[in-house]
């Protein structure tokens, strides 16, 4: 039987048995999205939209959706563009595609459908605005930062890119302006935190990397400096966070003062990792799975801020 991450996967299962359940399909497909990470880019865009709004109501719905499926063609691509390398690295080797378990031809498919739905959803139900900028994000994915990825180790600061647009595409969607220095705020944190979480991954799977063909920074620093520089990052992450209820990102003292919390437990949280001796796979798992919890914090505090301020 095939296990993966210690449970047995049941739709890998009936698939290599050559029977194809609805719910085979569906987990097929969410793997081929990449669900999880396309899902939060959907709230970010979401966040976006309600930092903006007067009065957010449902209209958050309509952007999140369209950048939800423009982002889900573009997870998709990625797994199709690199599908070749994904099978070579043990953390990707089970991907749909790199598998086989899908066909080129049927992620190709996949991926077009999803683009023009997207496209659609934006231009009918959300504004120009936001389907440039979504369209923006999905060429810089898969046309700059993914072939990037092969040329040099610090393909992760311009592919970053990537992660500060959709806040800016929800908040174009409700009117917002690019000259307020909010959504400024809010990009520049989306953009910096996708560096540390992606060298905290490096940390864990740099063998995978390498074995890939990928150029890693493990080949050219140390593991000591490396540390270094993600522990540097995780902080300027969250200080930018700390800083938004001083730059008018939210209305209720409970909201700023869990924000502050939280950062100075995160930054706790980085130190320990930073002034730990010798580098384990549990403390940078543990750093890994903290960020990513402080950020959908994040999201969540100023989302509810909003919404129920506008109450």
């Known amino acids: 039987m095939i296990k993966r991450a210690g449970k047995y996967n049941q739709a890998v299962i009936a698939e290599e048995a050559g029977v194809i359940t609805l719910k085979s399909s569906v987990s097929m497909l969410l793997e081929l999205v990449k669900i999880r990470i396309t899902m939060l880019v959907s709230f970010t865009t979401a966040l976006g939209y309600f930092l ?55 992620a190709l498919i996949v991926i077009v459908t999803l683009l023009m739905l997207g496209s ?6 959300a504004n120009v605005p936001a389907l440039v900028t979504g369209l923006v994000t999905f060429f810089w994915y898969n046309a700059v930062y993914t072939p990037l990825k092969k040329k040099t180790a610090l393909a992760i600061i311009p592919g970053s890119l990537v992660g500060a647009l959709p806040p800016v595409a929800g ?13 400024v705020m809010v990009a520049s944190y989306f953009f910096v935190w996708q560096i540390p979480h992606f060298w905290l991954l490096l940390l864990l799977y740099g063998d995978d990397y390498r074995k ?94 909003k919404l129920f301020s506008s109450i």
């Open 120 to 125: 659609a959803v934006l231009i009918l139900k």
């Open 212 to 305: 890939a063909g990928f150029p890693v920074l493990t080949e050219r620093h140390s593991v000591r400096f490396i540390k270094t520089i993600t522990f540097a990052l995780l902080v300027a992450t969250v200080l930018i966070a700390a800083a938004m209820p001083f730059a008018g990102i939210g209305y209720f003292a409970v909201s700023k003062i869990m924000l502050i919390a939280f950062s100075v437990m995160m930054i706790y949280g980085s130190l320990r990792f930073f002034t730990n001796g010798e580098l384990t796979r549990k403390d940078t798992v543990k750093t890994f799975m903290a960020i990513n919890l402080y950020t959908l914090l994040l999201i969540t505090i100023l989302s509810a801020d």
């Open 52 to 106: 903006a709004a007067d009065n957010p109501g449902f209209g958050f719905i309509y952007p999140s959706l369209g950048i939800f499926l423009l982002a889900c063609s573009s997870a998709a691509l990625n797994q199709f563009q690199e599908r070749d390398t994904d099978s070579m690295m043990e953390r990707t080797a089970k991907r749909p595609v790199p598998s086989g378990r899908v066909t080129p031809g049927y």
């Open 171 to 183: 908040w174009l969607a409700a009117g917002g302006s690019m000259a307020d220095f909010r959504i």
